[in-house]
C-alpha cells in the first residue's frame, strides 16, 4: 500500500511477540483515520478484481478476494476488541460513527455487478476448475453471499430487495423500542408488608432501588425486566399481585397505541415472505436455513416435535407436583401460569436443600483456568504456557503460548477474566487473527491464530483468591472451547477458518467443552478448598447436578413452543394475522394452559427485533442436541478422554472450521447423525 497507508503503522503491522499487536502503540484518536484509509485501500483492491482484464480464476478472484482488506480487518479486530472489553466515551462515539460506515462498505461490495460476473463464471464452471471440496464450499460461500444479496436479479427487483431490507431494519428497529417502552412504562409501586409477603431481601433491594428511580422513594416497584419479574413471580406469595405482574409482562407489545407491536409484526413477515419468494426460495425459513446444519424447515420441526411431546408429558406431571403443594396450603385452584414459578421453588427449595454458595470455595479460578488447559492436553495435545511480562490490552490480560505435541507453536490465546466497568456484561472469544494457509501480499505465507476469551468473573480483593460459581465455571470452558475452535483450526481459506461456521453448528465446541468440567477425574484433581486444599465432597456435587433437570418440562415447553411459533410464521403459505397464527399455532401442539411461551409475539425480539434469530430460535436447542449426543460419544467408549474419539472430534470438529459440510463433519465424528436421545436424557426427558 502506498498512499493509503493507515497513519499509525502499529494498527496493523504487528510486533509485539510471535506477531501480537503492540496495544501500547494504539491510540484513541488512531482509529478514525486508520479506518478512512483502510476502507480506502480495500475498496482500491475489490476494484482491481472486479477489473481485472483476465479471465476470472479461483485464483485471481476467490484468493484474491479471500486475502483483501488485511489492513481493514486487522484495525477492526483491534477496535471491536476495545470497544467490547475496555470501551470509554471517545470509542463508544466512533462506534457509532464506524458501524454503520462499515456495513455500507460491505453492502457496496455485495452489489459489485462485475465481481458478481468474476464469481457466477467460476461457478458455472466449478466442475472444470478441479477445485478441491474446501475450495468449492469457499467458492459457493461467496457465490451464496452475492445471491443471497439479489446479484442475480435484475435491476428494477434488485431495488425492491434494498426498498424491502431498508424497510425490515427499520421495523426491527421500532418493534425493539416498542418492547423496551412498554417495560418502561409499567411498574407496581408496593409498600405495605402484605404486598411484600415472601419477596427476599436480594429482591426488596432491587425493587427499592428500581422505585427510587422512578421517583418513588421508599416504595418497592415490580417492573418488567427479567432480573426483577422473575424473582417476584417465583417469591411473592400475594397470588393477585402474581397475577396482575404476570398479565403484564406477558402484553408486553400488545397494549394497544403507539407502542403495540402486531401491526410490526404483520408487516414484517409479509416482507420476509416477499424477500424469500424474490431471491428463490419457498419461504423465509428456507432461506434462512439454507446453509445450516439443519438445512430444511421439516429437519427443524421434527426435531421440536419429537422433545415437543416428551416435554409436555413431563410438564404435566410437574404441574400435578405442583397442583399438591398448592392443595397442601388450603387453595383451591388450578396452577396457572402466574403460579407456576412460585411453586416450583417451594418444590425446589424442599427437595434440594443447599445453596450454591456452599460450592464457591472449590472452585477457584486459577484452578479452573488450569483444568481447562488440562483437559486441552488429554484430548487434544496442546499445551500452554503462561507468557509472563508480554502485554495484552489491558493490564488484566494473561498471554499464553498454546503448543502442539512436538512443541510447535500452534496459537496464542489471550484470557482477560475479570469484571471492570469498561467492558461489557456477558462472556465471548473473539480473535485477533484467525488460522489460514494462503500466501499474503507481504509474502508471509499462512498465520497464526490469536484466540481470545472475556469473561466478567468478580476480582477478589488484594490477596484473596477468585472464587467463582458453578455456572462462572462452566462459562470459563464454554468460552474456551470456542477458543479451542479457532486454536485448533487446520484450513486453507480465513473465511472457513476457525468458528467460520453455521449459526447452529457454532455452539457445538463450546457446549461440548463444558461436559469434561463436571467429568468426575477433573473436578477430585481441580474442584479443591481454597484453604484445606480438600476436593468438593462428591455429596454436594451429587445434588447440584440432579437439581439440574429440575423443572425441565415446563422449561423446555416455554423454549419450544416459542421455537414451534417461530417456525410457523416463516414457514406459513398464507400470511393472515399474525396473532391467530399463534393461537392456532399453540392449539395444534396442545399448550398446557398453565405455561406460556417463553417469547410471545408481540415482544419476540430474538425473531422480530433484528433477522439475527428469525426461523433460528430453535438453533439453542439444536445444539444442545448436538452436544450431549457428542459427548455421549465419549461416555459409550468408558472413558472420558478416549484418544481414538479425541483424535476424530479433533479430526472432523474442532479443526476442520467451515471447510466440509456441518453434517458431514459431524459424521466423520460419529459415525452417525445425532439423535435427540442423549440431550433429552440430560434434561431428564427421556422415556
Ligand atoms: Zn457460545
Same mark, same amino acid.
Given at each position: 500500500? /502506498?498512499? %493509503?497507508?493507515?497513519?499509525?503503522?502499529?494498527?496493523?503491522?504487528?510486533?509485539?511477540?510471535?506477531?501480537?499487536?503492540?496495544?501500547?502503540?494504539?491510540?484513541?484518536?488512531? @482509529?478514525?483515520?486508520?479506518?478512512?484509509?483502510?476502507?480506502?485501500?480495500?475498496?482500491?483492491?475489490?476494484?482491481?478484481?472486479?477489473?481485472?482484464?483476465?479471465?476470472?480464476?479461483?485464483? !485471481?478472484?476467490?484468493?484474491?478476494?479471500?486475502?483483501?482488506?488485511?489492513?481493514?480487518?486487522?484495525?477492526?479486530?483491534?477496535?471491536?476488541?476495545?470497544?467490547?472489553?475496555? /470501551?470509554?466515551?471517545?470509542?463508544?462515539?466512533?462506534?457509532?460513527?464506524?458501524?454503520?460506515? #462499515?456495513? $455500507?462498505?460491505?453492502?457496496?461490495?455485495? #452489489?459489485?455487478? +462485475?465481481?458478481?460476473?468474476?464469481?457466477?463464471?467460476?461457478?458455472?464452471?466449478?466442475?472444470?476448475?478441479?477445485?478441491?471440496?474446501?475450495?468449492?464450499?469457499?467458492?459457493? $460461500?461467496?457465490?451464496?453471499?452475492?445471491?443471497?444479496?439479489?446479484?442475480?436479479?435484475? *435491476?428494477?427487483?434488485?431495488?425492491?430487495?434494498?426498498?424491502?431490507?431498508?424497510?425490515?431494519?427499520?421495523?426491527?428497529?421500532?418493534?425493539?423500542?416498542?418492547?423496551?417502552?412498554?417495560?418502561?412504562?409499567?411498574?407496581?409501586?408496593?409498600?405495605?408488608?402484605?404486598?411484600?409477603?415472601?419477596?427476599?431481601?436480594?429482591?426488596?433491594?432491587?425493587?427499592?432501588?428500581?422505585? %427510587?428511580?422512578?421517583?418513588?422513594?421508599?416504595?418497592?416497584?415490580?417492573?418488567?425486566?427479567?432480573?426483577?419479574?422473575?424473582?417476584?413471580?417465583?417469591?411473592?406469595?400475594?397470588?393477585?399481585?402474581?397475577?396482575?405482574?404476570?398479565?403484564?409482562?406477558?402484553?408486553?407489545?400488545?397494549?394497544?397505541?403507539?407502542?403495540?407491536?402486531?401491526?410490526?409484526?404483520?408487516? /414484517?413477515? +409479509?416482507?420476509?415472505?416477499?424477500?424469500?419468494?424474490?431471491?428463490?426460495?419457498?419461504?423465509?425459513?428456507?432461506?434462512?436455513?439454507? !446453509?445450516? #446444519?439443519?438445512?430444511?424447515?421439516?429437519?427443524?420441526?421434527?426435531?421440536?416435535?419429537?422433545?415437543?411431546?416428551?416435554?409436555?408429558?413431563?410438564?404435566?406431571?410437574?404441574?400435578?407436583?405442583?397442583?399438591?403443594?398448592?392443595?397442601?396450603?388450603?387453595?383451591?385452584?388450578?396452577?396457572?401460569?402466574?403460579?407456576?414459578?412460585?411453586?416450583?421453588?417451594?418444590?425446589?427449595?424442599?427437595? @434440594?436443600?443447599?445453596?450454591?454458595?456452599?460450592?464457591?470455595?472449590?472452585?477457584?479460578?486459577?484452578?479452573?483456568?488450569?483444568?481447562?488447559?488440562?483437559?486441552?492436553?488429554?484430548? @487434544?495435545?496442546?499445551?500452554?504456557?503462561?507468557?509472563?511480562?508480554?502485554?495484552?490490552?489491558?493490564?488484566?490480560?494473561?498471554?499464553?503460548?498454546? $503448543?502442539? +505435541?512436538?512443541?510447535?507453536?500452534?496459537?496464542?490465546?489471550?484470557?482477560?477474566?475479570?469484571?471492570?466497568?469498561?467492558?461489557? %456484561?456477558?462472556?465471548?472469544?473473539?480473535?485477533?487473527?484467525?488460522?489460514?494457509?494462503?500466501?499474503?501480499?507481504?509474502?508471509?505465507?499462512?498465520?497464526?491464530?490469536?484466540?481470545?476469551?472475556?469473561? !466478567?468473573?468478580?476480582?477478589?480483593?488484594?490477596?484473596?483468591?477468585?472464587?467463582?460459581?458453578?455456572?462462572? +465455571?462452566?462459562?470459563?470452558?464454554?468460552?474456551?472451547?470456542?477458543?479451542?475452535?479457532?486454536?485448533?483450526?487446520?484450513?486453507?481459506?480465513? %473465511?472457513? &477458518?476457525? /468458528?467460520?461456521?453455521?449459526?447452529?453448528?457454532?455452539?457445538?465446541? &463450546?457446549?461440548?467443552?463444558?461436559?469434561?468440567?463436571?467429568?468426575?477425574?477433573?473436578?477430585?484433581?481441580?474442584?479443591?478448598?481454597?484453604?484445606?486444599?480438600?476436593?468438593?465432597?462428591?455429596?454436594?456435587?451429587? *445434588?447440584?447436578?440432579?437439581?439440574?433437570?429440575?423443572?425441565?418440562?415446563?422449561?423446555?415447553?416455554?423454549?419450544?413452543?416459542?421455537?414451534?411459533?417461530? #417456525?410457523?410464521?416463516?414457514?406459513?403459505?398464507?400470511?393472515?394475522?399474525?396473532?391467530?397464527?399463534?393461537?392456532?399455532?399453540?392449539?395444534?401442539?396442545?399448550?398446557?394452559?398453565?405455561?406460556?411461551?417463553?417469547?410471545?409475539?408481540?415482544?419476540?425480539?430474538?425473531?422480530?427485533?433484528?433477522?439475527?434469530?428469525?426461523?433460528?430460535?430453535?438453533?439453542?436447542?439444536?445444539?444442545?442436541?448436538?452436544?450431549?449426543?457428542?459427548?455421549?460419544?465419549?461416555?459409550?467408549?468408558?472413558?472420558?478422554?478416549?484418544?481414538?474419539?479425541?483424535?476424530?472430534?479433533?479430526? !472432523?470438529?474442532? &479443526?476442520?472450521?467451515?471447510?466440509?459440510?456441518?453434517?458431514?463433519?459431524?459424521?466423520?465424528?460419529?459415525?452417525?447423525?445425532?439423535?435427540?436421545?442423549?440431550?433429552?436424557?440430560?434434561?431428564?426427558?427421556?422415556?
Amino acid at each position: 500500500m /502506498t498512499a %493509503s497507508t493507515p497513519l499509525n503503522p502499529a494498527l496493523t503491522t504487528w510486533t509485539g511477540h510471535e506477531g501480537l499487536p503492540r496495544f501500547d502503540l494504539v491510540k484513541d484518536t488512531d @482509529f478514525a483515520p486508520a479506518f478512512e484509509a483502510a476502507f480506502k485501500a480495500h475498496e482500491a483492491e475489490i476494484d482491481d478484481i472486479a477489473g481485472n482484464p483476465d479471465q476470472p480464476t479461483f485464483e !485471481n478472484t476467490v484468493i484474491a478476494l479471500e486475502i483483501a482488506g488485511d489492513a481493514l480487518s486487522r484495525i477492526s479486530s483491534i477496535f471491536w476488541n476495545k470497544a467490547g472489553a475496555d /470501551t470509554n466515551e471517545t470509542i463508544q462515539a466512533l462506534e457509532r460513527d464506524i458501524a454503520p460506515k #462499515m456495513s $455500507r462498505h460491505y453492502s457496496k461490495i455485495g #452489489m459489485n455487478a +462485475a465481481l458478481f460476473k468474476r464469481i457466477d463464471t467460476l461457478w458455472e464452471n466449478r466442475e472444470s476448475l478441479g477445485l478441491d471440496l474446501e475450495a468449492t464450499r469457499v467458492l459457493e $460461500r461467496h457465490w451464496k453471499g452475492f445471491v443471497k444479496s439479489g446479484a442475480k436479479l435484475p *435491476k428494477e427487483q434488485q431495488e425492491r430487495l434494498a426498498g424491502i431490507n431498508e424497510t425490515l431494519a427499520g421495523l426491527g428497529a421500532k418493534f425493539g423500542q416498542n418492547v423496551l417502552a412498554d417495560e418502561k412504562n409499567w411498574a407496581l409501586f408496593l409498600d405495605s408488608e402484605e404486598d411484600l409477603a415472601g419477596i427476599p431481601d436480594f429482591l426488596r433491594d432491587a425493587m427499592a432501588s428500581a422505585a %427510587s428511580d422512578r421517583g418513588q422513594q421508599g416504595k418497592y416497584a415490580v417492573t418488567l425486566s427479567r432480573s426483577i419479574i422473575e424473582p417476584f413471580l417465583t417469591f411473592s406469595d400475594n397470588r393477585e399481585l402474581r397475577e396482575k405482574a404476570f398479565r403484564a409482562w406477558i402484553a408486553r407489545g400488545e397494549n394497544g397505541g403507539e407502542t403495540d407491536n402486531r401491526g410490526l409484526i404483520a408487516e /414484517t413477515l +409479509a416482507l420476509r415472505a416477499e424477500k424469500a419468494k424474490l431471491l428463490g426460495y419457498d419461504n423465509y425459513a428456507a432461506l434462512k436455513l439454507d !446453509n445450516t #446444519m439443519a438445512k430444511t424447515p421439516e429437519a427443524v420441526n421434527g426435531l421440536l416435535m419429537q422433545v415437543w411431546e416428551k416435554a409436555v408429558a413431563r410438564a404435566r406431571e410437574e404441574e400435578a407436583d405442583l397442583a399438591t403443594l398448592v392443595a397442601a396450603e388450603g387453595r383451591n385452584h388450578d396452577v396457572m401460569p402466574w403460579d407456576w414459578r412460585h411453586y416450583a421453588e417451594k418444590l425446589r427449595a424442599e427437595k @434440594f436443600n443447599f445453596s450454591e454458595g456452599e460450592l464457591k470455595p472449590y472452585l477457584q479460578l486459577e484452578k479452573i483456568i488450569e483444568a481447562s488447559f488440562d483437559v486441552a492436553q488429554r484430548l @487434544f495435545g496442546i499445551t500452554a504456557t503462561e507468557k509472563k511480562g508480554v502485554a495484552g490490552y489491558h493490564p488484566d490480560v494473561r498471554v499464553f503460548e498454546m $503448543r502442539d +505435541a512436538s512443541g510447535r507453536l500452534t496459537a496464542l490465546f489471550l484470557g482477560d477474566y475479570f469484571a471492570r466497568s469498561s467492558k461489557r %456484561s456477558g462472556a465471548w472469544m473473539s480473535s485477533f487473527q484467525s488460522q489460514h494457509k494462503l500466501t499474503l501480499k507481504n509474502g508471509a505465507v499462512g498465520e497464526l491464530p490469536i484466540i481470545y476469551n472475556v469473561c !466478567n468473573f468478580a476480582k477478589p480483593a488484594e490477596g484473596k483468591p477468585a472464587l467463582l460459581s458453578l455456572d462462572d +465455571a462452566r462459562t470459563l470452558f464454554h468460552e474456551f472451547g470456542h477458543a479451542l475452535h479457532g486454536m485448533l483450526s487446520n484450513v486453507t481459506y480465513p %473465511s472457513v &477458518s476457525g /468458528t467460520g461456521v453455521s449459526r447452529d453448528f457454532v455452539e457445538l465446541p &463450546s457446549q461440548l467443552y463444558e461436559h469434561w468440567l463436571t467429568v468426575p477425574d477433573i473436578l477430585k484433581r481441580y474442584a479443591v478448598h481454597y484453604r484445606t486444599g480438600e476436593p468438593m465432597p462428591e455429596a454436594l456435587l451429587d *445434588k447440584v447436578l440432579a437439581a439440574r433437570t429440575f423443572n425441565s418440562g415446563f422449561a423446555t415447553v416455554e423454549f419450544t413452543s416459542s421455537a414451534l411459533v417461530d #417456525m410457523a410464521y416463516h414457514t406459513a403459505q398464507a400470511q393472515g394475522e399474525p396473532m391467530a397464527l399463534e393461537a392456532a399455532t399453540l392449539e395444534k401442539i396442545g399448550m398446557p394452559r398453565s405455561i406460556v411461551m417463553r417469547h410471545r409475539s408481540p415482544h419476540f425480539l430474538h425473531v422480530f427485533s433484528g433477522d439475527g434469530y428469525s426461523a433460528g430460535y430453535y438453533s439453542y436447542m439444536w445444539s444442545e442436541v448436538l452436544d450431549a449426543d457428542a459427548f455421549a460419544a465419549f461416555e459409550e467408549t468408558g472413558n472420558a478422554f478416549d484418544p481414538g474419539m479425541a483424535q476424530k472430534l479433533k479430526d !472432523n470438529v474442532y &479443526s476442520v472450521g467451515g471447510s466440509i459440510d456441518p453434517e458431514d463433519a459431524y459424521k466423520g465424528f460419529r459415525g452417525k447423525l445425532p439423535s435427540p436421545d442423549a440431550m433429552l436424557a440430560k434434561k431428564g426427558l427421556a422415556a
